[in-house]
């Protein structure tokens, strides 16, 4: 009978060693179940709906322009997360010109899954990108100086290719570039940006144009007039002949000076050419004699002078 009872005993305080250690693993456990973050769901509104692959012969002309993400994860991620951690987007990959309906994907940190995307189907047009050639205008700001007068402009090169969608590019009136001359005093050379612009004058924004730059040459020049040249002739020609006439090449000049002294100015002459004992023709090649603030255009001019007997 003490046999039983000790036996008893053993299997009661097995028994009873058991129970604890259930107990405490019951007990541990539900502590560390507590002490993990739970899952919980959050929706993020106005998320920029992007997009992948466009190809290079279509651009995008109607796309929705935000999507609604609901994620699911745990709380610690999610409460730490921003719009920001977000990124939806469509995959335009082998996709022509027209209507396509598709549906968005999303990019989310680990730890985090999408439970859907609203709206399910987006619709997304793209249409042909052409690349036409436009000559380059000048708009000229601003105004020379009193006296100055804008000659012919040169823009190197005269026109650029324009690259986007075909209903973009139907908005472009012309292709400009804006040079400014106010108070120039002579000729000015500028790199310039080109821009395409409506007929309002506004910039049409999402359109390449190649060459980005282009080179302006603008003369700036005081007011012009074609004066006659005069040649004066010292000493006398050889007894017996005579100066019968006086060739000039070129035989007029142009010009330049401010308006009050053009006005002044109907001749220039040269340096003087010296016939002294002369019994034939001569040549001579002479300078002019530029008047004071004044510019002319032809620096030295060809003289002949016709000797013939008296």
């Known amino acids: 009978m003490l046999d039983r009872l000790f036996k008893n005993n ?3 305080k097995l028994a009873a060693f058991f129970m604890a250690v259930i ?5 541990t456990g539900d502590a560390v179940r507590s002490n993990l973050p739970n899952e919980i769901t959050m929706t993020y509104s106005n998320i920029p709906l992007e997009w992948l692959n466009l190809g290079e012969e279509v651009a995008i002309a109607e796309i929705p322009e935000q999507v609604e993400v ?8 999610l409460n730490g997360m921003t719009p920001q951690n977000v990124q939806a987007f ?8 027209g209507r396509h309906s598709l549906s968005p994907n999303a990019e989310v940190p680990a730890g985090v899954s999408v439970l859907s995307i609203e709206p399910q189907q987006v619709v997304v047009e793209l249409e042909e990108v052409q690349s036409p050639q436009m000559s380059v205008v000048l708009d000229v700001m601003g105004t020379p100086p009193a006296g100055f007068v804008l000659g012919e402009v040169s823009i190197t090169p005269s026109s650029v290719f324009v690259r986007g969608a075909k209903s973009l590019l ?12 106010n108070g120039a005093r002579e000729d000015l050379t500028r790199t310039v940006p080109v821009q395409a612009v409506d007929s309002s004058g506004q910039v049409v924004e999402g359109v390449e144009i190649t060459p980005q730059t282009v080179e302006v040459f603008v003369p700036l020049s005081q007011p012009r007039k074609d004066v ?3 040649v ?35 001749k220039v002459t040269t340096e003087p050419a010296d016939i002294t004992g002369a019994a034939e023709n001569m040549t001579f090649s002479l300078a002019l004699i ?12 060809e003289a002949e002078i016709v000797i013939v007997p008296e």
């Open 290 to 301: 530029v008047p004071e603030n004044t510019k002319v255009l032809t620096k030295e001019v």
């Open 90 to 97: 469509v995959d335009l990959r082998n996709l022509g010109a």
């Open 170 to 181: 139907q908005t472009i009136e012309r292709v400009r570039v804006i040079v400014n001359i």
């Open 10 to 12: 053993i299997v009661l």
């Open 23 to 27: 107990f405490w693993a019951f007990v």
């Open 232 to 266: 004066p002739l010292t000493g006398e020609p050889a007894a017996g002949f005579k100066v019968k006439e006086i060739k000039i090449k070129p035989s007029t000049v142009t010009v330049e000076a401010n308006e009050a002294q053009l006005k002044s100015i109907n």
């Open 70 to 77: 609901v994620l699911r994860g745990r709380s610690d991620v």
């Open 228 to 230: 006659e040249i005069e």
